[in-house]
């Protein structure tokens, strides 16, 4: 067993060493941030607003393929529902005509006549006119387009009476039919809207305008996308909107209807708008 002498030695060196551990100087801490200047603040507020556009922008294109999607698919209901109606009809001609063959078959022609009978007949191009202008185009007939466009260069958006207007020039080449008055003419029409279109190039955005558009017999005020179309084949595309409830195609032919005449875009215009 150790003396007292030892004890206490033991005692006053742990003592030692635990006053010596207390004297050690604290440890040091991170050094504080400098304050935020003004020039980064502001910076980090462009940021900022810089983010929230761009997602503001985002929702606002993911807003138009919706509506685009709710339209197409609009368009889609109406065509099944048209096919619905007809079915039933086809299927109550078959019921009442049970007994006799020869009515059936009469039945089934006078149905299909009927579901054509308000409807033109298009080729996949036709001649279109566009009296407020006053000239003639060619014109692709496509279904499978949602909208309309003409071809159009120099679009230029400006104001007038506090609404929005476009002014621009026929986007044709050498090749491409037209009255000659207007082939370098500069047009104005009222902006309508604004389309976002979506292509492998990337997005661009696209002014829309009313006109007034003749097809044959057909005449109707037609919304079009204004776009460069010269390296493309016709200068007027005309989508299913335009096509809806009033045409059909037959891919199979050209040009059914004759090319409307124009001999002066100012004599024309003011007739039309003698026209009731």
Not at 34 to 57: K, M
Not at 79 to 96: H, T
Not at 128 to 152: C, E, F, H, K
Not at 224 to 231: E, G, I, K, N, V
Request: proline residues 5%; hydrophobic residues 35%.
């Amino acid at each position: 067993m150790p003396n007292r002498p030892s004890l206490m030695l033991s005692l006053f060196g742990t003592m030692t060493l635990l006053g010596g551990c207390s004297l050690l100087p604290p440890q040091s801490r991170e050094p504080a941030l400098p304050p935020v200047t003004s020039a980064q603040f502001e910076a980090g507020i462009q940021r900022l607003e810089s983010n929230l556009a761009a997602r503001c922008d985002n929702q606002s294109h993911l807003l138009s393929l919706q509506r685009l999607e709710q339209r197409t698919l609009t368009a889609d209901v109406r065509e099944v529902g048209s096919l619905l109606r007809n079915l039933r009809g086809d299927i109550a001609a078959l019921d009442d005509g049970q007994g006799e063959e020869t009515t059936r078959v009469v039945t089934e022609c006078q149905a299909t006549d009927d579901r054509l009978a308000n409807k033109e007949l298009l080729g996949r191009s036709e001649w279109i006119g566009l009296p407020n202008v006053g000239t003639y185009l060619q014109a692709r007939v496509d279904s499978g387009a949602d909208t309309s466009s003409l071809s159009a260069r120099e679009i230029t958006s400006f104001e007038r009476d506090g609404e929005d207007w476009v002014r621009f020039k026929l986007g044709l080449d050498d090749d491409d039919s037209a009255v000659e008055a207007v082939k370098d003419s500069w047009l104005e029409a009222p902006l309508e809207r604004r389309v976002r279109v979506t292509q492998a190039a990337g997005e661009e955005s696209r002014p829309v305008i009313e006109l007034l558009m003749t097809l044959g017999p057909i005449r109707e005020m037609v919304e079009f996308t204004l776009t460069d179309r010269r390296h493309l084949d016709y200068p007027v595309l005309l989508g299913r909107h335009f096509l809806m409830d009033i045409a059909i195609i037959d891919v199979a032919e050209d040009f059914l209807h004759e090319r409307p005449e124009f001999t002066n875009a100012a004599d024309d215009a003011e007739s039309q708008d003698e026209t009731p």
